[in-house]
Every structure is written in structure tokens, then in C-alpha cells.
């Protein structure tokens, strides 16, 4: 019962007060779980309250998240804390950044038989980490403006120049990242070309997601990058279709979210009890109309019929996780070189 | 030196010039600072030193060209939004002050308190709004039949850094205008001087020290803009030093680089405001027989048709963004979501450390005026300032060119190696965002105390006036206007940051803008803008009672 | 114990501001004078002042107030009060208050205090003002006012800086007059800067004149007006003096 008294507290009592007294008042109860995420994941209208309530109720033990800004911020976390984190769990890492969090050895490995519970196409199997959600880069449109939508890669970057679209900085977001990965899994060492043609149709590089996808609902500009999925929110939510994702022909390019155990973890069983929690259905059902992402594993998840109206893409593309730790560094630099032409 | 026996306790040995007793308030300001910034980078390059070489990679970082073209377009971009901002702040600020009172004028000030405290995502939004495609400016000027002009670009970016920092200049040089004496009013009505003449012969030279002092915070700010340069500069052609150092500590992290582009940033940035600081050499004020009183004995406000002709446009331009950010948070939904407890959880946090920076940095700046104040009486006020006071002024100033990011990260890698630094996030928020706002607020009081000290200083020293007694009798109600203003002003800006809480922020510290990033990051726009809309109001709340005027009875 | 005999002493002062120019002080005021201190801009007059009123602290020497030692004693604890040709008031505080100050520097006043300070006023002619703020008297209220705080101070040196040279010359000799009725009562030690001969020349015992950072002379004021010290510096003073007011000029 201590474990809820503490959530009671911080519920009433103003956050100011809970956070100077923090470490004080917080119930040291045996069985407590702590697991750094991303702040929408934590936020109250994202799966944070949620999965803590279904966890808690299957652990008998308390649940606290902490929050830092996106994926990056996490590990950047953990590397600030050397090692000597607080965390038992990172939940939010996504497949990017994958191979540089397994390098840095603040992870355990799960131990789990999981994979097979994946309805993630293509697979995914990792010693690490668990897929706990994952989604496509997209084309997102505004019907109202837009007719025919292009349809490839190629039609984006061939198409009419005033009709432009908000794109993302790849140094400073992930979705602008996935992009120019994207273009660099379709044209290779062709993509400086495609960087520069998509220069053209681009209204502005914001610095984050946020920027990009406020300017599109504004009505400034009539394609942004966003996912497949989020036209499901707007769906579901604002019930409205007016905004829709493009299918490319060429494929879209993945990102799956992960979670692993730190190995501070690795001494707490409620680490591993939680990572299987977070394939399990109870999870999965969470997911997807409140971090508005498709569940790793589906299975006996019952999907808003919504979801089925999304884009499925034919293929789906993602490079080795590997592969994009050694090249980022190049790879930013030429798209930068292209894109300032 | 006598000085305050009490109060004269360091002594800075400077040149050849004879010692210099700084005082105590001043000395452990200055070193708090001192600490609180190296306390950040000592552990960061410490941090840096096990995998990289902070000096090897300045050498790198140097030699890559596109960290140059990137330090070559953030001062363009910067030196432009200056220079613009100055050049639009000092008319509007020189006409105001000659018009007198006029109905509104405090309103109007009030008005340009609020934009720096606007989180930079909701302003940027708001220009939009007015300039972008589907403008309500852009619809106006097609509807004259005027050409399209495309905002995304240096346009946009040079208007967000007009709309954010024209205030501020005018703001500031207000506040040094009303130093200035009663009977030069008097003086130009009775040699019925023109208005050019008295914009230049009287207010100017008021006006100037101020004016430099602002631009150097204006140029600094321009320098580290970050969400404005990325989202309105159109593409990667607009990157400032700053978006370099954010992406060296983020995607790369790599502190060593991190540490190797802020000292360029802070090399270069530091060189400009020197040169900028040369043009403001403060203006004696010279002995009147009596205190200025801007306010006037008496002197109700008046409907001025010509000011209000005259002042249309720039209030214009200040206010529309906001009534564009009120016309999309006055929703029916606007009562629900303030009353939700996870907003009023935000409103009490964010009120509350912003109130705990707006005080530290009223005292702290109040600390360096009284420095400043006491080393110039050693000069009898004659004369130019001292190295030592300037750089008490300036010294301040260059925090600004630090990402606050940086000095979080220092602090949090100190704290967590003998405690769990999150324990400690409001007082690092605190603290730096003290840090931050000091600039700001030490430029709103320090003219004022100096005017003030040069009239009571001699009176107050015989008669024996000291430390509290001073405090109460003379300085806070002499200091009341500029002590609020500071007040304010860094309540607001506190209001406004996100920085500090990117890396502090847990289920327990959620402040308010942070709160609208959140909601912006997660599809939820209408509630952001109305969060936003609160946001405003807040900080409109905030100036209007910090400028409320008591009228003695 | 015998009373001192001197009201001030500078005993071999010396004091430089850090530039080229050199003050070198050294002089006696017998208790209970009247003074008139004159020289021309720059001379050290102020810098005089500032020496004694503890402004400004001599690099050498020694400075005594009836007989005590004062070279190192804060501003505030000197036995002097001093009134300036300009703001000598706070604007804020009521002219109450700012007689009271010189008695309770924090303004914490008892009724002794308050019965104190309407003595003052009275003696001053201003009781009628005492509620009122600064800037609603003239500008003789205004140097009435500083008065009255002098007064209540009871401080054994006065020191008035230009005191009256903004006010007009009606208004002035009013105050010289009220200051030589003062100065009768309470036989208080009283150094006056000024610039005019006329003024010396009505309630001054004695002129020190300042030349080149030095006390040049220091004389009975009949004496040195007299005309007698035409080739003297004095003298060629007091002809610029003379020639100026003669050409309508304001004191500097």
C-alpha cells in the first residue's frame, strides 16, 4: 500500500513541493521500479499513467518514471550518468540509435524469449532490447490542398516546387534522421542528388517534430514528415480525414521503439518481469491510440478498426542499426553539403 | 578609501591604478557566478577528457568549414537583427519618452515586457499565423495588391528577432530616459526646440548607454537563437554556432566538440559586444536642482492622437502575434484545460521557481549595481566608468552566449556522482535560470542606481544612512520602478525557459512551457495554443503588477 | 580640562586623487569662526571639504575637530554636518522626515524626536511645511529645510558647500542672515564655501582663501577686503570675483 500513498502525494501536493522533497517522501518500499522515458511517453495523456497503473497492478510494487526529452536525451542521460544511473529501464531508444546504446555497455541483456511474440514486419530479434512499438516515416497531406498525393519517393522529389513540404534537421530529430536515411536506403550514393531536388520542395527544416507538424495543422504549409500513423490520431481523436498519409512505392523507412534493462536492472527482477510485461497484450493495447504507434506485437491487441485504414506499406525499410552509427557522421555532412547548394 | 566601513571588504588590484575596494554584495555575486558556471564546465571538459580532447577538437572544429559558414551566417544573421532592432527601438523609444504620459503609454511597455518570455516554438507559430502563407498580414497585403514575399528565409528569421528583441531595446532605453531631469522638458518647450533636436540634443545622449548596453543583449540572444534560425531560416543554409553545439551534444555527444564550439562562440560573441560597448559611453546627467520625476507632479495622461499615429505600427507589430495566439486559445475548451491539475500543477511550479529566479536576480542585480554604485563614487561620478565597473556590468552579459544546456549538464554530472541529481532540479532550474536573467535586469536597475547614487550617495553617507536602514529608507523606494521592472522581467523570462527542464524534468517538475513542448510534440496543438494563451496571460499579469504604480499618499 | 581651542585642524595634510595634483593642507580654525572659504575652480576648495567632512581620506597628516582626532573616522561618526548646494534632500520623504533623519538615520522617531524637529522648524520659519514633499517647496524652502536637519543634528562643525548659490540675492542674504543668527546661538564652528565677496563680506569673521591646493591665507575678512592685498593671489581673485558680478555673471 506504501507505493500508492506516494502516488497520492504527488497528485495532490503542488509538483514544486514533491520534486524539492522528492528523494525524502518517495516510499523506499522493497520492489520499486524506476524507468527513464521520453517525456510524451510519461505525459498524461500518453501511455505513462497507464502502463503504470496495469504494471503495478500485476507487480504489487511501485512504478516510477523519469523523463527526458526524446530518445536521444535518454542515452545521453545515461552517459551523463557514467554508468551509475538510477534507471532499471530505458524505455524509448529506437532502432537508430540502437547499436551506440548496445556499445555503451549500461545494458543488460533481456533474457527473454520474445521474439516470436513480434508482428513487427520482418522480424526483429535482439539480445538487448524489446521492441515495444514501432511506425513508418510518412508523407503526411492535407487533403484539402493536395488531390493526388505523390506516390514515390521520386514523385516527391520530381514534383511541383511551390507545392512545398516542413521537413526535420537529421541533427537535431529523429524524424529528420529517418528521412535522410530514408533517401539514403533508396538512392545510396545517389542521395546528395535526391537531397538537393528535395531541397527544392521544402518550405523550412525545423529542429524538431513538433515545429514541422504545428506548421502543417496551421495550414502554412500543405505536406510535412511525419508517421503512417498519425493520421490516425486526427482520425480518432478529431475525427477528421482530412489529413492522410502518402504510400510510397519505394517502401517507407522503420523505426521501432525499443526498451532494455540498464545493468543496475539486471540486480532488480521486476526489470525483466517489466520487459516481459511490455510484449504482453496488456501493454500492447496501451499503445497504440495514446503514443499513437503500432504495437510490436499485436496479438490479442484490439485494434481500433482506424488503424486499419493507415497506409500499409509494401515494404518496409530499415537500415542496420550498426551501419548507421559508423556512416551518421559522413552521411549528415553530405546531406548538409547537398542541401545548402 | 573609506567607503562603507562594513561594506569594503575585497580589493582588486587593477593596472596601476590604485586599489579598489569592491564590495561585499557585488564579490559574492560575481563569484557565485563564477562558480555556478565553472562548477558546469569544469566537470563537462573533465567529462570530455576521457574520450576526446577539448583542445583537438577545437583545432578540428576550426577547421571545418561548415562550422564556419555556420559562424559566418549566425553573425550575419545576428549583426542584421541587431541592427534592425535597434534601429526601430530608438525612434519608438525616443518618441515616447518626448510625448510624455499618454493614455496607454504604460500599457504599451508593459506589452513589450512580454515577448522574451514567450517559449520561441509559440512565438515562432504566432509570426506565422501573421506572415506565413495564410496570414492574416499576408491576406491584408494581397488584398492591397501588394507583391508575396516569402517569410521562410533571413526575412523570417530577421522579423522573429525584431518582434523578440525591439522591445527589449526599448524597454531599456526607457528606463535610462527617465533619469532625465524634469527642466529638460521645460528647456525644449521654452527654446521651442523641434522634436529632432530634442530627440538629439536631449534624449539621445540619455539614451545611448542603454541603447549599447541593449544591443549587446540583443546580439548575444541573436547569436544563440536556436528554433528561429532552424524553422524560419528555411533550411540548413541557416545554422547558427548554436544548432552545431546542440547537435555535438545530442545526436554525436560529444562533449569535447560541445566545449571546443562554445569557446569559439563565446571568443567571437564576447570580441562583438566589446566593440559594441564602446559606442555607449554613459552620459552625465550633471547636477539639477532636483530629483527628475518622469512621472510629473500632477500631470494626468493625455489622448495623444499624434502619438497614437505615430506608435500604430510598432505596437502593431508587437501585439498582433499575441492576438494572434489569443484568438487561438480563447476556445470553449480554455476554462477545461486550465482547470485540469496537470495545468495548475504546471501554473504552481513554474510560478513558483520563477519567483524564486525573479528574486535572486533582483537581489543579485541590485548586489552589482551597489558595486558598481560604490566604485563610481570613488571617482566622484566624474569622469568614465572603470574597467572594473564595466566589467561588472558586462561580465554578466556573456553568460548569455552559454547554452544553458551545457552548464545543466556540468551540474548534473556533478551532483550525480555523490547524489541523485534530480533531487537537486529545482535548484539547478533556479539557478541557472538566475544566471540568465541577471544580464536583463542588472541593465534595468544599474542606470538607475548610478542616477539615484549620484544624488543621495554624499547625503546618505553623512547622515549616517547604512545597510538596512539604507535599504528601506532610501534605495527601494527611490529604486522602486527599476527594482520592479527587473523583478518582472526575469520572473517572465523564467516563466518562458525550457532549457534548463530538458534535462531535470520528471513526473514531479513539469512547468508550463515545458508542458506546451509536450503537448506540441504529441499531436495536441489546440491544447498547446490554449497553454500558450495562459502562458501570456500569466506573464501580462506578472508586468502589470510589478509596473503598478504606488502614488505616495 | 580645559576646552580646545581649535574647532578644526589640518595638520599637514596631504592628498592627491592619484593624478599630477598635489593638496598639501596645513591650518587652524579657532572654535566658534565663522569662516568664508574662497578660491578660484579648481583651486581645492571642494577637495578641503571633502578632507574634512571624510569624503575623501588624506594620504597623510592629521585632521582634528575640537581637539579630537578624526583622519580615519567614517563620514557619518564625524562631529560635522554638511550641506550641499544640491540634494541635500530625499524627494520621496516629506520635509519631516528628512529633518528627522538627521537625528534617526533608520527614522524610527519618538515624540521627543518629533518635538525636536518642530523646533527646528520653527527656528527655520517652515513648520508650516512639514508634511509637504520636496519638491513641492522652493528652492530657499529647500535650503531652509537642510538647515533645520544641521540644527537638529547639533553637530559642533558646519560645513555649507555653496549652500546658497543657487538662490536668488534677495533670498540669499535671508539665509546668510538666518545662518550668522544660527552660528551666534550655538557659537558653532561654521565654514562656508562661497564664491561671492559680498557674501563673506556680511557674516564672515574670516576668509581662507585656498590657492594651488594650499591655504594661502587665512585672515580677518575686513582685513583682506580691504584692498590692501592688490598683488597678492587673494587680491587678483577678488578682482575676477568683482569683474564678473560686475558683468552679471553667476557665480561659476
Known amino acids: ?341 | 578609501m573609506s567607503g562603507n566601513a562594513s561594506l569594503g571588504l575585497g580589493k582588486i588590484k587593477f593596472g596601476n591604478a590604485t586599489d579598489v575596494a569592491l564590495p561585499w554584495p557585488a564579490l559574492v555575486v560575481l563569484i557565485s557566478g563564477l562558480a555556478l558556471v565553472l562548477g558546469a564546465f569544469i566537470p563537462v571538459v573533465h567529462f570530455a577528457a576521457a574520450s576526446d580532447d577539448v583542445g583537438s577538437s577545437l583545432v578540428e572544429a576550426i577547421a571545418d568549414p561548415v562550422i564556419w559558414r555556420a559562424l559566418r551566417f549566425t553573425l550575419w544573421q545576428a549583426s542584421l537583427s541587431t541592427i534592425l532592432s535597434v534601429v526601430f527601438a530608438v525612434p519608438v523609444a525616443l518618441f515616447m519618452h518626448d510625448r510624455g504620459n499618454f493614455a496607454g503609454k504604460r500599457l504599451i511597455l508593459q506589452l513589450f515586457s512580454i515577448p522574451l518570455a514567450l517559449p520561441q516554438i509559440v512565438a515562432v507559430l504566432a509570426i506565422v499565423g501573421l506572415y506565413g502563407r495564410n496570414g492574416w498580414i499576408t491576406g491584408l497585403l494581397q488584398g492591397l495588391g501588394l507583391p508575396n514575399f516569402t517569410l521562410f528565409g533571413l526575412t523570417g528569421i530577421l522579423l522573429a528577432h525584431v518582434f523578440f528583441n525591439m522591445p527589449l531595446v526599448v524597454r531599456v532605453m526607457m528606463l535610462a530616459l527617465e533619469r532625465q531631469p524634469a527642466e529638460y522638458a521645460k528647456i525644449a518647450a521654452m527654446n521651442a526646440m523641434p522634436w529632432q533636436s530634442r530627440a538629439r540634443f536631449l534624449h539621445w545622449p540619455m539614451a545611448r548607454a542603454a541603447c549599447a548596453q541593449a544591443a549587446i543583449l540583443v546580439f548575444m540572444l541573436c547569436v544563440t537563437s536556436f528554433t528561429v534560425v532552424l524553422t524560419l531560416g528555411g533550411g540548413p543554409r541557416a545554422t547558427t554556432l548554436e544548432v552545431a553545439i546542440y547537435h555535438a551534444l545530442t545526436f554525436d555527444f560529444n562533449l569535447a566538440r560541445a566545449t571546443a564550439l562554445i569557446a569559439l562562440q563565446v571568443t567571437v560573441t564576447a570580441s562583438i559586444a566589446i566593440l559594441i560597448s564602446r559606442f555607449g559611453r554613459e552620459t552625465d546627467t550633471g547636477s539639477t536642482l532636483f530629483a527628475p520625476d518622469s512621472v510629473g507632479v500632477g500631470g494626468g495622461a493625455k489622448i495623444d492622437a499624434f502619438a497614437y499615429a505615430i506608435l500604430f505600427m510598432p505596437v502593431m507589430f508587437v501585439a498582433l502575434p499575441f492576438a494572434n495566439i489569443v484568438a487561438k486559445g480563447v476556445t470553449p475548451e480554455t476554462l477545461n484545460v486550465l482547470t485540469k491539475p496537470a495545468t495548475v500543477d504546471a501554473l504552481i511550479t513554474s510560478v513558483s521557481l520563477a519567483s524564486c529566479s525573479a528574486v535572486l536576480t533582483t537581489l543579485a542585480a541590485f548586489a552589482l549595481g551597489h558595486g558598481i554604485c560604490r566604485l563610481a563614487a570613488q571617482r566622484r561620478f566624474v569622469g568614465d566608468a572603470t574597467i572594473v565597473e564595466k566589467f561588472l556590468l558586462n561580465s554578466t552579459a556573456a553568460v548569455l552566449v552559454l547554452p544553458p544546456i551545457v552548464l545543466a549538464a556540468g551540474w548534473f554530472i556533478l551532483f550525480r556522482s555523490f547524489t541523485n541529481p534530480f533531487q537537486f532540479g529545482a535548484v539547478v532550474i533556479v539557478a541557472i535560470n538566475t544566471l540568465m536573467a541577471l544580464p536583463f535586469a542588472a541593465r534595468l536597475m544599474v542606470p538607475s542606481m548610478l542616477t539615484e547614487a549620484r544624488r543621495t550617495d554624499r547625503l546618505s553617507r553623512q547622515l549616517g544612512i547604512t545597510g538596512i536602514s539604507k535599504l528601506r529608507i532610501v534605495d527601494l523606494p527611490l529604486l522602486r520602478k527599476p527594482l520592479l521592472a527587473a523583478f518582472s522581467f526575469a520572473a517572465a523570462l523564467s516563466l518562458g525557459d525550457v532549457s534548463v527542464i530538458a534535462l531535470y524534468g520528471s513526473q514531479d517538475l513539469i512547468t508550463l512551457p515545458s508542458l506546451i513542448l509536450a503537448k506540441m510534440g504529441s499531436y495536441r496543438s489546440d491544447e498547446a495554443h490554449i497553454l500558450a494563451f495562459i502562458l501570456c496571460v500569466l506573464t501580462a499579469a506578472i508586468m502589470i503588477v510589478g509596473d503598478r504604480q504606488r502614488r505616495a499618499a | 580640562m580645559t576646552e580646545p581651542q581649535f574647532g578644526l585642524e589640518l595638520d599637514k595634510v596631504t592628498f592627491s586623487y592619484g593624478g599630477d595634483e598635489e593638496f598639501a593642507f596645513d591650518t587652524k580654525i579657532k572654535r566658534g569662526d565663522l569662516i568664508a572659504v574662497m578660491g578660484a575652480s579648481g583651486s581645492g576648495k571642494s577637495t578641503f571639504f571633502s578632507l574634512v567632512s571624510g569624503f575623501e581620506l588624506p594620504r597623510s597628516g592629521a585632521i582634528r575637530i575640537d581637539g579630537t582626532d578624526v583622519t580615519s573616522t567614517d563620514v557619518s561618526k564625524r562631529p560635522i554636518t554638511m550641506v550641499f548646494q544640491e540634494n541635500n534632500l530625499f524627494s520621496h520623504l516629506t520635509v519631516q522626515q528628512n529633518i528627522g533623519l538627521g537625528i534617526a538615520p533608520n527614522l524610527s522617531l519618538t515624540n521627543e524626536h518629533e518635538a525636536k524637529i518642530e523646533q527646528a522648524a520653527i527656528r527655520t520659519d517652515i513648520t508650516e511645511y512639514l508634511l509637504r514633499l520636496p519638491a513641492e517647496l522652493s528652492g530657499g524652502q529647500r535650503q531652509r529645510v537642510a538647515l533645520a536637519r544641521a540644527l537638529v543634528r547639533e553637530r559642533p562643525l558646519l560645513l555649507l558647500d555653496e549652500a546658497f548659490a543657487s538662490l536668488g540675492p534677495g533670498l540669499r542674504n535671508e539665509m546668510l542672515d538666518l545662518t550668522r543668527e544660527l552660528h551666534l546661538e550655538r557659537e558653532q564652528t561654521t565654514l562656508m564655501i562661497t564664491h561671492f565677496p559680498d557674501e563673506a563680506a556680511r557674516i564672515a569673521d574670516k576668509i581662507l582663501f585656498v590657492y594651488k591646493g594650499k591655504v594661502a591665507t587665512l585672515a580677518p575678512t575686513a582685513e583682506l577686503l580691504s584692498g590692501a592685498n592688490k598683488h597678492t593671489p587673494f587680491g587678483k581673485y577678488l578682482r575676477t570675483q568683482t569683474l564678473r558680478r560686475n558683468n552679471g555673471a553667476d557665480s561659476a
Open chain 1, 1 to 341: 500500500m506504501l507505493p500508492k500513498l506516494s502516488l497520492k502525494f504527488s497528485s495532490r501536493t503542488p509538483a514544486i513541493l514533491t520534486a524539492l522533497l522528492a528523494s525524502t517522501v518517495i516510499a523506499t518500499a522493497e520492489g520499486k521500479l524506476t524507468v527513464y522515458t521520453y517525456e510524451s511517453f510519461n505525459s498524461d495523456w500518453g501511455p505513462g499513467p497507464k502502463v503504470e497503473e496495469a504494471f503495478e497492478a500485476q507487480c504489487e510494487c511501485d512504478l516510477e518514471f523519469i523523463s527526458a526529452a526524446d530518445g536521444v536525451a535518454l542515452l545521453n542521460r545515461l552517459r551523463l550518468e557514467g554508468g551509475n544511473t538510477g534507471a532499471d529501464i530505458v524505455l524509448g531508444i529506437d532502432t537508430n540509435l540502437m547499436a551506440e546504446a548496445a556499445a555503451s555497455g549500461f545494458f543488460a541483456p533481456h533474457e527473454l524469449e520474445v521474439s516470436d511474440r513480434y508482428t513487427i514486419p520482418g522480424g526483429f530479434i535482439d539480445d538487448t532490447f524489446v521492441a515495444f512499438d514501432y511506425g513508418y516515416f510518412a508523407v503526411i497531406y492535407d487533403t484539402d490542398e493536395i488531390e493526388t498525393p505523390p506516390s514515390s519517393m521520386a514523385e516527391l522529389l520530381s514534383g511541383d516546387p511551390e507545392v512545398k513540404i516542413a521537413i526535420q534537421d537529421p541533427r537535431t530529430s529523429t524524424p529528420g534522421l529517418g528521412l535522410m536515411l530514408w533517401l539514403k536506403e533508396i538512392y545510396g550514393d545517389d542521395a546528395p542528388a535526391a537531397y538537393e531536388k528535395l531541397a527544392e520542395r521544402t518550405l523550412t527544416v525545423t529542429p524538431g517534430w513538433s515545429e514541422a507538424y504545428g506548421l502543417f495543422t496551421d495550414g502554412e504549409v500543405p505536406m510535412v514528415l511525419s508517421y503512417t500513423t498519425s493520421p490516425a490520431y486526427h482520425m480518432i481523436a478529431e475525427e477528421t480525414d482530412r489529413y492522410q498519409a502518402a504510400a510510397f512505392e519505394e517502401g517507407h523507412y522503420m523505426q521501432i521503439e525499443l526498451a532494455g534493462k540498464t545493468t543496475k536492472g539486471a540486480d532488480n527482477p521486476l526489470a525483466a518481469e517489466f520487459l516481459d510485461f511490455v510484449t504482453s497484450p496488456s501493454f500492447q493495447s496501451i499503445i497504440p491510440e495514446t503514443n499513437w504507434m503500432l504495437p510490436a506485437a499485436a496479438n490479442g491487441v484490439d485494434l481500433n478498426p482506424t488503424f486499419d485504414k493507415l497506409v500499409t506499406p509494401e515494404k518496409s525499410l530499415l537500415m542496420d542499426s550498426e551501419v548507421v552509427a559508423e556512416n551518421r557522421k559522413e552521411w549528415i555532412n553530405e546531406w548538409l553539403e547537398a542541401s545548402t547548394k
